[in-house]
């Protein structure tokens, strides 16, 4: 079963699969999970924004799902 992990999702051979340390695989996975969480939160992040907007009162503006950084001017940062 974990065989078939490796192989549909990264395209692993059999050879490279066993050829990977019981450590590798683990960060493998971790990091793989780290990446689920991260667009799956994304995702509910957008489906949140998108229905907020549809259903907001007259005049009210937007909900903005990226918020916009200033950049920093280096000269004025003082250290």
């Known amino acids: 079963m ?24 683990m960060f493998i996975r971790k990091e793989y999970e780290r990446k689920t969480v991260s667009e799956t939160t994304l995702l509910r992040d957008a489906v949140f924004n998108a229905l907020w907007n549809v259903n907001r009162k007259k005049g009210r503006g937007f909900r903005q799902l990226w918020k916009k950084h200033v950049p920093v001017d280096k000269d004025q940062v003082q250290t």
């Not at 490796?6 to 066993?18: E, L, N, Q, T």
Request: net charge negative.
């Open 2 to 25: 974990d065989l078939a992990f490796f192989v549909a999702h990264f395209g692993f051979s059999k050879a490279d699969y066993y050829d990977l340390t019981e450590r590798e695989k």
